[in-house]
């Protein structure tokens, strides 16, 4: 009875020693066993797809820091109305309005993405063609929706400059 090597055994990969890879696409790891190294950005050609994920992954992250605006600003207002009117006068101003603008953008950037990621799960839109449709029509919706939102808090005198 004999055996075929397991995948990836150094007796069976095509550059057993790194002095025969020239190319450096390949690595020996610790236990001896020769990998291809992973694409590279530079490799890769830029699509809207990477770009939406990349935008989930940092409008993920804004978002817990927005969090802390939020413990904060409920902060203030358990420490009574001279807390609460100081907060209020920070991100009331220009500068505070346009952190608020930014955590509503990525709120809503997070929003469509994740719902972009229902669809995927739901084993719907993945191919190429069809997955970079969507990831343009949940980026252009976030952006608008956010634009929106903050147009009608114009209108309606609820924000004031």
């Known amino acids: 009875m004999s055996t075929s090597p397991l995948p990836g055994d150094a007796s069976n990969d095509p550059t057993p020693n790194s002095g025969d890879d020239q190319t450096g696409r390949f690595v020996i790891q610790p236990n001896?066993?020769?990998?291809?190294?992973?694409?590279?950005l530079?490799?890769?050609?830029?699509?809207?797809?990477?770009?939406?994920?990349?935008?989930?992954?940092?409008?993920g992250g804004a978002?817990?820091?927005?969090?802390?605006?939020?413990?904060?600003w409920l902060m203030a207002l358990a420490f009574g109305p001279d807390a609460y009117a100081t907060?209020?006068?920070?991100?009331?101003?220009?500068?505070?309005l346009l952190v608020w603008f930014?955590?509503?953008?990525?709120?809503?950037?997070?929003l469509t993405g994740g719902v972009r990621h229902l669809i995927w799960d739901a084993a719907v839109g993945l191919?190429?063609?069809t997955a970079d449709a969507l990831?343009?029509?949940?980026?252009?919706?976030?952006v608008v929706?956010?634009?929106?939102?903050?147009a009608f808090l114009f209108t309606s005198g609820r924000v004031v400059l």
């Open 102 to 110: 930014g955590l509503t953008l990525a709120l809503f950037l997070h």
């Open 135 to 142: 990831s343009w029509g949940s980026i252009i919706l976030g």
């Open 42 to 59: 530079q490799i890769w050609r830029w699509h809207v797809t990477m770009f939406a994920s990349i935008l989930n992954r940092f409008t």
């Open 127 to 129: 191919s190429p063609r």
């Open 87 to 96: 907060f209020t006068g920070w991100m009331g101003s220009p500068l505070g």
């Open 63 to 72: 978002l817990s820091v927005g969090s802390v605006l939020i413990a904060l």
């Open 145 to 150: 929706g956010a634009v929106a939102f903050w």
């Open 32 to 40: 001896g066993r020769v990998r291809p190294l992973s694409p590279h």
